[in-house]
């Protein structure tokens, strides 16, 4: 279940990051953390089923549509992350055991039982970082332009969760 490489991601896989409307001229620069659910080949699904990808677990669902939507509608940039939070948590730094748990809500993700430094760190180099990386990049070029940012970060949220409703 485990990448036995260096490499997680291979050269035909998607991107880490989409940027959307890169030249919106609002202030507003809208993040999304776990809009996409992608998950590299090289993790063969982390041992998770497609039904189970397909949950709040491994995204935040409808996310990605919602903020295109907004970014248009307020000519905003979008930064959005494409790969599933299962792979690695965006929301979460790296050094936290929420980054990369063995469990997501009450569901085991056997593909990440046991991994190794090596591949905790290309996670975070090929996923976390670039995502990361070109959010700041784009705040730096907005204070260097004169153009203070207001950051807005966007998620979605499942009406229950463990088992208990969240009205």
């Not at 090289?42 to 089923?49: C, I, K």
């Not at 990808?53 to 509608?73: F, V």
């Amino acid at each position: 279940m485990n990448e036995m490489s260096d490499s997680l991601l291979a050269a035909d896989e998607p991107a880490p990051v989409m940027v959307h409307n890169e030249n919106g001229l609002s202030p507003f620069l809208i993040v999304a953390d776990h809009a996409g659910n992608a998950m590299p080949c090289a993790l063969r699904g982390l041992g998770v089923s497609e039904a189970e990808r397909q949950r709040h677990i491994a995204w935040d669902i409808g996310i990605a549509a919602a903020c295109r939507q907004l970014a248009d509608a307020l000519d905003a940039t979008l930064i959005q992350q494409n790969y599933s939070r299962l792979v690695i948590d965006c929301n979460r730094p790296p050094v936290s055991k929420e980054s990369i748990p063995d469990i997501s809500e009450a569901t085991p993700v056997p593909g990440k039982f046991g991994l190794s430094e090596q591949q905790k760190a290309a996670r975070v180099r090929e996923i976390f970082r670039p995502y990361h990386d070109r959010i700041e990049s784009e705040l730096d070029r907005r204070r260097q332009a004169g153009r203070p940012p207001a950051l807005i970060a966007m998620h979605s949220f499942t009406p229950v969760f463990m088992d208990v409703g969240r009205p």
